[in-house]
């Protein structure tokens, strides 16, 4: 999977980009991901544009459900 980073992103930029990027491979809608996060679609939403910062919880939930890693999401920032 080809994830990316932006030197003008900062770290939640990067994480929701890399986290679009993965919810796409797998082929799931952000409305299929945030019904499985007991969320509504506009709430998930702000996971990927960066403008909420993820959880501990949600970012393991997360890897599980779209088959990637934490240090996937994060790639790119170090």
Known sequence: ????YNND????ETV???LRLARQAKGMTQKQVAAVLKKYQPD???YETGRI????EKIVALC???DTTPNE??????
């Open 1 to 4: 999977m080809n994830y990316s």
């Open 53 to 56: 910062e993820l959880d501990y």
């Open 9 to 12: 992103m900062d770290i939640k």
């Open 64 to 66: 599980k459900l779209l």
């Open 44 to 46: 998930y939403s702000q």
């Open 73 to 78: 999401l994060f790639e790119g920032l170090f």
């Open 16 to 18: 929701g980009n890399n």
